[in-house]
Structure formats: structure tokens, C-alpha cells
């Protein structure tokens, strides 16, 4: 029954709709065939093993493995850089992610965040009102037009790229985000070059950018990752690269799947929809669930193990590979009442959407109010929408998954 | 009328009686409620304020950061209840079923729960106790006077005692630039709650930190001026010390006085209940009516040989409050354990200390993850070959598993292999707890060892 799952699971024509593949994935909570990865699909199973220190993250801990279809790099690994904080265990780990939490969050920078709020929502209003100027109202593409350019734009003011070479940040994104995403036709030399060619480029912009901001800093997140102080000493510049590709890699193709995913779930419970608009504030609760019932981040495919584990009565071997699928974990039923359905009351949400443990999403606090900021202001602004395609056409990546293009049709666009 | 019946009336038009309107306390009315309970629910308190919540006080509060009177708690839903609030109980009649409150009133329940907590040991001298200066810290009035007196920024403040309390206010004391002095009785900081090992890398940390930490001595006596405020203080190695503020920091002392001569089960160690927190009484036999949760609760638990465990845990008192208020409405059949896993945390020094289990019952340590040179790692506490409690130094995103490993009562030391594992943390060590039979102040944890089987259960009404 539950042979080739995971080929179902990683084919295309699954990508609309895995839920119901998970679930029978779900009857064996650790599934193993044959030489691949042993997949885990219960909440309380992966969960547990989020928080297993006897789980790598180092690709340097896997025994080489045939028939793992997703052993490449998820964040668009690369020979040129240095392997991020994402793909590290501690000690190494804590001490990149403790320097980059320094500009970004508590306790050194409790208000990193939530002082980009008015930005933020200026960005949204500069995106929605550049669809209401010269949009077609009946056919709104609101991944191209909309949540595929905003967190860009955040990730370069976070960052501070010049507001003159974000249209360069931009391309130099789009290529790298669209190496995450294997197209079957495409040839895959072809590709890898222009991906290495973008890394390339943009790794000695962010060198030039980084050198320019140790002489003269700006209080900016690249000035502070740069010039820094701390217990744990500065960055190297390897190290700073790193760490700003992974922000922007990590940062971006998911918010770009979760305000998606958000706003195709709303579309799909238009009762929702009208509630967001009256109450914008149903925005916190509204996000939190739609982490949940559609997480941008749908498995991690990337641990290891460092010694025989037994997990739910499987012995799982020292160096296999783990595949952790949040996203049916989400979907527990031993977890979550009835969890097919869309329900922002939900009390208890402690979904697996982001994670948990030591590598529990780092730009949590941001992408949480960027998914807030832009439900709500869409649920105001666009008057009557409907989707156009139901499902939408999704992106090839089973892992970071989510529409490749939405469209709705809209009967106008309220002010901002 | 039959059981079923009883307890269909009690839920529709019964009386429950609150005692104690802290954390424990409200959880445990919004429980109630909560699981349908209709009757009417009196909530007695001695303080004159809604519940609050503690943990900011030594910290944040302390720091100036936040107010005393801005912790109250957060509510999970109305519970309308009648509130008793600047009363203390006073008494008990069981036959009667009623509490008596200290202004002469009495209030009749048909079940009655006990959450009186604790409070904060008093300086053992009246005289000094009294002076301008000297201060406990346990309510919100006294985070709040604590408070004013480090912001006027006295010349040097004197913290006994340091266990996690203790060790807070010191930090905070240094965090706004004060001196401070810490006299600990023990050889180290959190001893009694953590062992040696560990109270070495905390004693550390205070003395990096600028504390001027003094391990293995007492202080004697408190001295005022003229005026009544204390000025110094009088140490057991001859010494006299200079301090315009003093913060007693000697452990709790649980709230059950009010209930001597009652005939329950109550006494300094708290009051005896079984895992499904109904009290005992005097001779040991299992009330029908009376619950206790929290702070002054002291019950068996399963995982840890059955040994009666009070635990001044806010998690603890969260978990045994729902647990108590769901029994009281339960049939036996469905009543439910207090399986909760001990757990609790502290900041101090800007190190963030979490611990699961039960330490102080660990014979041996070793260091699973992590250094203790960087302040940052797991130490797993082993007894008689199993896990027995963990504690880490900024690393808490591993308790869960170490939860799990007490739960299974994993092997100890644990053979596999960890993501941080370094040479130091090979061996387990000697976990370097003081010899139990010398009493100590402040651990966190109380073991006294009887086993419900154990009908010798003596029972103690002298307070100390």
C-alpha cells in the first residue's frame, strides 16, 4: 500500500492537494523502503525528534545514500560559501546563530522587528496599489504582483541594500529562488550555471556591500553582522556571506508560499475572508492556523542520525537519513481535533510550521507580521475576489511548496 | 441518591471553597468552570490584590523593567466567583465543612481546595528582621518596596542566601550597577537544588559578574543605627560587613498554620495528598472533600519511587490545579493522576537555567552537551543507573528529550552519542550534594521518602 509513497508524494501531480498521501503515510508513523531516507509523519514522533540530540543537521554526519531524491541542498547550497547556521549543529551552530540573533531579536535587539511595521505596511500599500494602477481587475496574478516581490523588498531593507540596487537583489533572488524549484524541462547544466553565475554575483555584492559597511556602518543588519562585537567575537566575511544568503534564501521563498497559501486558503473560506477584513487584528490567531493547515516548509529533509535510534518501535540506523514532514504532522489527528480543517480558533496551536528546537525558524517574528500585515491589508483592499483557478499551478518543490501563480479576479481595489 | 446523582448536584448548585487566589488558585477556578461546574465558587485570599504572577519579581520587576502591580495574571475565561480578597483563613472544621476566616466569618463548602502556597522565610531574629532596609521577597509588595530601595541606589547591597532567588536579585543588583554581597551558608550557589558541579559554574558566573559572593559562612546577626535602619551585618568568620540594604533570601515556608488543630495532614513540609491531590488527614486516610494544589501541596509521584514531592514550581502548581479541580468533579473512576514531570527555570546573568526531574535526587552528573567553561550545556543527573533530571544552561531547546529519557527511566550515563559532545563530558562525575541529614535553606525540591504503603507516616504540627 504504501509502497512508492514517497514517489507519490514527490511527484507534481500530488503537489495540489499531499494531505491525503500523508495521511496514509501517517498508519506507518516511521516508514522506511528499501535503501531511502526513513520518513517520520506523527506530530508527537517528529516533534520529539526536533529536540533529539542525537539528530544531525550536518550533511557531514549522513552515510552516503543511493535513492534519496532530496539529498541536494535546500537553501541552494553551494561550494562558494561556507555552510550556514541552517545546516550546522552546536557548537558551531549556536555561536553563528547567537551573532545573527544579535541584530535581529531579544534580548540585544528587542525591537528590530516590530520597528519595521510601518515599513512594512508601506511596502504593501506600494504593491497593492501599483495592481489597482495598472492591473487588469480580471485577472491578478498575486504571487508575480504581489507576494513574491514584498519579501524581497523587506529582506533588502532588513539587510540594507541600497534602495538603487534592489532591482539588482531582486533578479539575483528570483534565480536563486527558482533553482529551489527543479522545472523537469529545463537542462539542468544550463540551470546550475546560471544559479552558480547568480550566486557568484551576488556573493561579490554582498562583498562589496559588507567591506563598504565595515568602514562606514549604518546601523543596518549587514553593518552590525559585520562590524558586531559580542562574547562570541565578529563574523568573518565567509561567514557574514553565509548567513545573508541564508537569510535571503530561507527569508524569502517561504514567506513568499505562506501569504500564498494564506490568501488561497481565505479564498477558499470566503467566511474567513470577511472576518479578516472586519477584524484585522483575527490576522495573529488566522496566521498561526494556516502555519499549521499549510505550512510553506512541508518536510525537512535533511537530518541525520548519529547513533541507532528507535523511534515508535523502527531502530532507525547511525547515518540515515531522516525526512521530518511537518506538514503531516500538522495534520495529526492524535494531535489536533479534526485537522483538516481551517479553524483560526483554534486553542493549543503548537504546530510544527516552523519547526521546533535549535533550528526553529529564525525569521519567525518577521515572517509572521510580513504574512499579517499583507492578509490583512489584501482581505481590505481587493474588493469581491475570487479565484480563478482552483488549485492555482503549483511550484515543482515538494519541500517548499506552494503556488507558482495565483490568479484572481477582482470587482476593484479599495483606497489604500 | 446514588453517586452520579450527588455529583450532577454538586456541579448544578454546589458550594466550592478556594483558598489561596494565587496561580494555583485561579487556575484552578477556571478549571471549574471550565469542566461545567455551575454552583458557587468563593475565592478566599490574604493578599488584597487579584491573582498575580511571581516569577517577573525577581527579575524584570527588580530591574525597573516592569511594575509590581502589572503582573496580575492573565485570565483563560471569567469565573465568576465570589471574591474574599485581604482575608486570610483562619481555620478549619472539617465535621462541619466550613473555613473560618480571620475577621470572624465562616464559609461552608462542599468541597474545599487548598492552595495557600508559601511564603518567604522571615530573618529568624524579630528585632533585625524589622529594620529599615531588610527586606524578603515573595509578594508583590515586596518586589515593589525591593524595588525603590535598589533604585535609590544604596552603597552596597547584602543578599543570604543563594539559591535561585537569591542568585536572581544578586543579578539584578549588578545589572543596575549596585554592589552586592552574597553569604551562602553552602560551599557554592543552588547547591541544594542543583549539587556542586553545577554551583561551581554558577558561583562563577557570580563572581565574573562583580558579586562579591562569600560560600560556607553565615551571617550572625543584622546591626541598625540609631535611627533603625540596617547599616550592617555580622559574619560567622568574625567579619562585619557593610550594607544599607539587606534581602533575606532563605527559601519559603509553606502557608499552613491556619490549618493546625483541623485534624488534615498539614504541617511545615506542607500538606500530604495522594497523586489525585485529596488530602490525608491526620492519620493518613484520604479526605473525600478537601484537594490541594500547588506550593503547599505534597504528593506521591510514581516516576520517583513514590516519594512525597513538594514542588514550588509554577508549572507544578498549574498542572495540580487542573488536575485537582477536574478529580473534584469526577467519579472515582475517572479521576485523574498528578503525573507532572518537574520542571522549572531561572534567569540570572543573562544565562538563561532550566531544569527537568529531580536533581537533588542525582547521585551523579555528567555533561551531555555543551562546556561548563562556556556556560552553556545539558547536565544529566543519574541515580542507581537511570536519568533521574537534567538541567541545562542556555540550551532548554533540549529539555523535551531529556524529559522523555526521566520518563523512560533511561540508562545512566547515557551511552549515545550527542550533536555537542566534548571531551569533559565523557565521565560522569560526583554530583556533589550536601550530606541531606545537615539541614540547609532553599532547595527547590523536598524529598522525604514515605511511601503511601508506609503507615508509619509521622506527622509534625510544630512549625519551625
Given at each position: 500500500m504504501t509502497q512508492g509513497i514517497l514517489r507519490q508524494i514527490l511527484d507534481y501531480s500530488s503537489r495540489a492537494n499531499p494531505y491525503p498521501l500523508y495521511e496514509e503515510l501517517r498508519k506507518t508513523p516511521v516508514f522506511h523502503d528499501g535503501d531511502g531516507p526513513y520518513v517520520v509523519s506523527t506530530y508527537h514522533e517528529i516533534k520529539g525528534l526536533l529536540h533529539d540530540p542525537r539528530i544531525s543537521s550536518d550533511a557531514r554526519n549522513l552515510t552516503p545514500t543511493a535513492g534519496d531524491p532530496l539529498s541536494q541542498a535546500d537553501e541552494g547550497g553551494s561550494e562558494v560559501l561556507p555552510p550556514s547556521f541552517l545546516k550546522l549543529d552546536p557548537p558551531d551552530h549556536d555561536r553563528l546563530r547567537r551573532m545573527t540573533n544579535r541584530p535581529f531579536g531579544p534580548p540585544h535587539s528587542p525591537r528590530r522587528v516590530e520597528q519595521m511595521r510601518g515599513e512594512l505596511g508601506g511596502i504593501v500599500t506600494g504593491l497593492i496599489d501599483t495592481i489597482a494602477a495598472k492591473g487588469d481587475p480580471n485577472r491578478i496574478d498575486l504571487v508575480e504582483e504581489f507576494s513574491y516581490p514584498f519579501p524581497v523588498t523587506v529582506i533588502c531593507r532588513l539587510l540594507g541594500v541600497p534602495p538603487e540596487d534592489e532591482a539588482r537583489f531582486h533578479v539575483w533572488a528570483d534565480t536563486l529562488a527558482a533553482s529551489l524549484d527543479p522545472d523537469p524541462d529545463a537542462d539542468p547544466a544550463e540551470r546550475a550555471k546560471k544559479t552558480e553565475g547568480a550566486r557568484m554575483e551576488l556573493g561579490m555584492y554582498l562583498a562589496g556591500l559588507i567591506e563598504e559597511r565595515r568602514k562606514n556602518p549604518t546601523g543596518d543588519m549587514l553593518s552590525e553582522l559585520a562590524t558586531g562585537q559580542g562574547p562570541d567575537g565578529t563574523m568573518s566575511t565567509m561567514e557574514v556571506l553565509s548567513t545573508a544568503a541564508l537569510l535571503l534564501i530561507a527569508g524569502h521563498e517561504t514567506t513568499v508560499n505562506l501569504i500564498t497559501n494564506g490568501m488561497l486558503t481565505l479564498l477558499r473560506n470566503p467566511e474567513h475572508l470577511d472576518r479578516l477584513r472586519s477584524d484585522p487584528d483575527v490576522a495573529v490567531p488566522m496566521v498561526e492556523e494556516l502555519l499549521r493547515f499549510e505550512p510553506p516548509v512541508q518536510l525537512l529533509p535533511q537530518r541525520s542520525t548519529l547513533t541507532d535510534i528507535e523511534v515508535a518501535g523502527v531502530t532507525i540506523p547511525k547515518g540515515s537519513s531522516l525526512w521530518l514532514i511537518l506538514a503531516s504532522g500538522n495534520r495529526d489527528p492524535k494531535r489536533f481535533e479534526d485537522p483538516d480543517r481551517f479553524d483560526p480558533d483554534r486553542p493549543d496551536v503548537q504546530h510544527l510550521g516552523l519547526g521546533s528546537?535549535?533550528?526553529?525558524?529564525?525569521g519567525a517574528p518577521l515572517a509572521r507580521l510580513e504574512a499579517a500585515l499583507a492578509l490583512s491589508e489584501l482581505a481590505r483592499r481587493l474588493e469581491n475576489p475570487r479565484l480563478l483557478e482552483d488549485p492555482p499551478p503549483y511550484r515543482q518543490n515538494a519541500v517548499l511548496r506552494g503556488p507558482r501563480h495565483l490568479p484572481v479576479a477582482v470587482d476593484g481595489i479599495r483606497a489604500a | 441518591m446514588n453517586g452520579d446523582g450527588a455529583l450532577e448536584q454538586l456541579k448544578r448548585e454546589g458550594r466550592i471553597v478556594v483558598v489561596g487566589a494565587s496561580l494555583a488558585g485561579l487556575r484552578a477556578a477556571e478549571t471549574l468552570r471550565e469542566k461545567g461546574f455551575a454552583g458557587e465558587l468563593t475565592m478566599i485570599g490574604d493578599e488584597p490584590y487579584e491573582p498575580y504572577d511571581r516569577p517577573p519579581l525577581s527579575k524584570q520587576v527588580l530591574l525597573g523593567?516592569?511594575?509590581?502591580?502589572?503582573t496580575a495574571l492573565p485570565r483563560r475565561r471569567d469565573i465568576d466567583a465570589k471574591w474574599r480578597l485581604g482575608v486570610p483563613a483562619s481555620g478549619l472544621d472539617m465535621a462541619a465543612r466550613r473555613v473560618r476566616m480571620a475577621d470572624g466569618d465562616e464559609v461552608e463548602y462542599d468541597r474545599l481546595l487548598i492552595a495557600t502556597g508559601v511564603r518567604a522565610r522571615a530573618w529568624p531574629n524579630p528585632d533585625e528582621a524589622a529594620l529599615d532596609g531588610v527586606f524578603v521577597l515573595r509578594t508583590r509588595g515586596d518586589a515593589a518596596a525591593l524595588e525603590r530601595a535598589l533604585a535609590a541606589g544604596p552603597g552596597r547591597v547584602l543578599v543570604i542566601g543563594a539559591g535561585f532567588t537569591g542568585s536572581e536579585i544578586a543579578s539584578a543588583c549588578r545589572e543596575r550597577g549596585l554592589a552586592v554581597t552574597v553569604a551562602e551558608r553552602a560551599d557554592a550557589p543552588l547547591v541544594g537544588a542543583l549539587g556542586g558541579v553545577i554551583g561551581a559554574v554558577a558561583a562563577e558566573m557570580h563572581r565574573e559578574n562583580g558579586v562579591d559572593l562569600r560560600t560556607g559562612i553565615m551571617v550572625t546577626s543584622l546591626e541598625g543605627d540609631s535611627s533603625g535602619r540596617v547599616r550592617a551585618a555580622h559574619l560567622s568568620d568574625g567579619t562585619t560587613l557593610e550594607a544599607e540594604v539587606v534581602v533575606v533570601s532563605l527559601g519559603a515556608q509553606r502557608n499552613t498554620e491556619w490549618l493546625t488543630g483541623s485534624g488534615l495532614g498539614a504541617g511545615p513540609r506542607g500538606i500530604a495528598c495522594d497523586a489525585g491531590c485529596r488530602a490525608f488527614d491526620i492519620w493518613g486516610i484520604v479526605t473525600d472533600d478537601i484537594y490541594v494544589a500547588g506550593d503547599v501541596a505534597r504528593s506521591p509521584h510514581a516516576l520517583f519511587g513514590y516519594q512525597f514531592l513538594s514542588l514550588e514550581h509554577w508549572g507544578n502548581a498549574v498542572a495540580q490545579a487542573e488536575t485537582a479541580a477536574h478529580n473534584m468533579l469526577s467519579r472515582s473512576a475517572d479521576r485523574r493522576p498528578h503525573l507532572w514531570v518537574p520542571a522549572f527555570w531561572s534567569s540570572q546573568f543573562g544565562v538563561n537555567i532550566k531544569s527537568v526531574g529531580v536533581p537533588s535526587m542525582g547521585t551523579e552528573i555528567v555533561i551531555t552537551q555543551g562546556s561548563r567553561a562556556e556556560r552553556r550545556f545539558v547536565g544529566v543527573y543519574g541515580y542507581q543507573g537511570r536519568v533521574i533530571g537534567a538541567v541545562t544552561f542556555d540550551q532548554c531547546r533540549w529539555l523535551d528529550f531529556y524529559e522523555q529519557q526521566i520518563e523512560r527511566t533511561a540508562p545512566f550515563p547515557p551511552p549515545y552519542p550527542t550533536v555537542d559532545r566534548r571531551p569533559e563530558g565523557e565521565r560522569p562525575l560526583?554530583?556533589?550534594?550536601?550530606?541531606?541529614s545537615v539541614p540547609t535553606h532553599g532547595p527547590t525540591i523536598t524529598l522525604?521518602?514515605?511511601?503511601?504503603?508506609?503507615?508509619?507516616?509521622t506527622f509534625t504540627p510544630a512549625h519551625n
Open positions: 528546537g535549535i533550528h526553529s525558524c529564525f | 523593567m516592569a511594575t509590581a502591580d502589572g560526583d554530583a556533589d550534594f550536601p550530606d541531606p522525604s521518602g514515605y511511601s503511601p504503603a508506609d503507615r508509619r507516616m
